[in-house]
Nanobody, 121 residues
């Protein structure tokens, strides 16, 4: 059993900043990577950023360097610092964790419930 929980969403004006947090907990042997995805109404769920257990990061080009992902491995927690927010960033932001629950098992992707980010103009 694995739980992934996000927090930190809210309402912000265009140009403002938010910091999202996500923690994975439960029967976790290891996590190969964690990431953030977002989904606006009527649209697909798209990558925002990911970070591996080795510290490698990957960002969607559309973020244009405005977002930064970081990780606290000891806490199984990732953060997403979002700066220069735009109305087009409005979406539900979901946290993903690739989790191994036993030494012989494969890695499975677990998802959080999402946190709403709304950017007003």
């Amino acid at each position: 059993q694995v739980q992934v929980v996000e927090s930190g969403g809210g309402l912000v004006q265009s140009g403002g900043s938010l910091r999202l947090s996500c923690t994975a907990s439960g029967s976790i042997v290891s996590i190969s990577g964690m990431g953030w995805y977002r989904q606006a109404p009527g649209q697909s769920r798209d990558l925002v950023a990911r970070i591996t257990n080795g510290g490698n990061t990957n960002y969607a080009d559309s973020m244009k360097g405005r977002f930064t992902i970081s990780r606290d491995g000891a806490k199984n927690t990732v953060y997403l610092q979002m700066n220069s927010l735009k109305p087009e960033d409005t979406a539900v932001y979901y946290c993903n964790a690739a989790v191994q629950i036993s030494s012989s098992s494969r890695f499975i992707n677990y998802w959080g419930q999402g946190t709403q980010v709304t950017v007003s103009s």
